[in-house]
């Protein structure tokens, strides 16, 4: 069974974080959201606080085929500023895992210099902050192992594609089909 991490920090945006929880898990994806705190309570960018599945530690979720860094502000900020998840993203990348990264997030992997050489799409409110990798005004950009979406209105596209990349075409057609999309 494949496995995915949603790494979550206070100002997460809701919608970026738990419609892939939502369409893997329906397509047979194991994924735990994960608190990069000690505590499993997160508050999102809407003050609707979350318990998490587990608290960060890399040695635990390096099973993973798929780690997802969802936006919303200032959650990307947090999660960019955490030592753990910088390593975390560096450990998913340097064992050619997949990372998920929409909105905001995609800065984390340019600050960190992931985005090189790489196609990417986000949030147009913080394109000035990437500094490598070619912007692609896409809903939804794969480059390699790369996964990247513009914001909470392409949450549902970026799940779909993720889903797309660890489950079978039969199981990808018949979410869509549950989901009527």
């Known amino acids: ?5 949603v790494l ?5 945006e809701l919608i970026e974080a738990l419609t892939p929880v939502a369409v ?10 994960v608190s ?6 997160v508050t999102s960018s809407n003050h609707v ?17 798929l780690l997802i860094l969802p936006g919303g502000y200032p959650g990307y900020e947090n999660l960019s500023l955490d030592k753990s998840v910088v390593k975390c993203v560096e450990y998913y990348y340097e064992n050619s895992k997949y990372i998920g990264a929409i909105c905001g997030a ?21 394109l000035s902050e990437i500094s490598q990798g070619n912007y692609i005004n896409e809903k939804v950009v794969v480059s390699e192992k ?17 889903l797309e990349i660890l489950a079978d075409s039969a199981t990808v057609k018949r979410i869509k089909e549950e989901m009527q999309c």
């Open 146 to 162: 790369i996964i990247t979406s513009r914001g909470a209105g392409t949450s549902l596209d970026f799940s779909l594609k993720l």
């Open 24 to 33: 893997l898990r329906r397509g047979g994806v194991k994924v735990a959201t």
């Open 1 to 5: 069974m494949k496995k995915a991490y």
């Open 8 to 12: 979550l920090a206070n100002g997460f």
């Open 36 to 41: 990069i705190y000690d505590k499993l309570e």
């Open 106 to 126: 995609p800065t984390i992997l340019s600050k960190n210099l992931l985005l090189e050489g790489k196609d990417f799409t986000c949030h147009t409110g913080v």
């Open 49 to 65: 606080t979350i318990k998490a599945d587990t608290i960060l530690d890399l040695e635990k979720i390096k099973d993973g085929d």
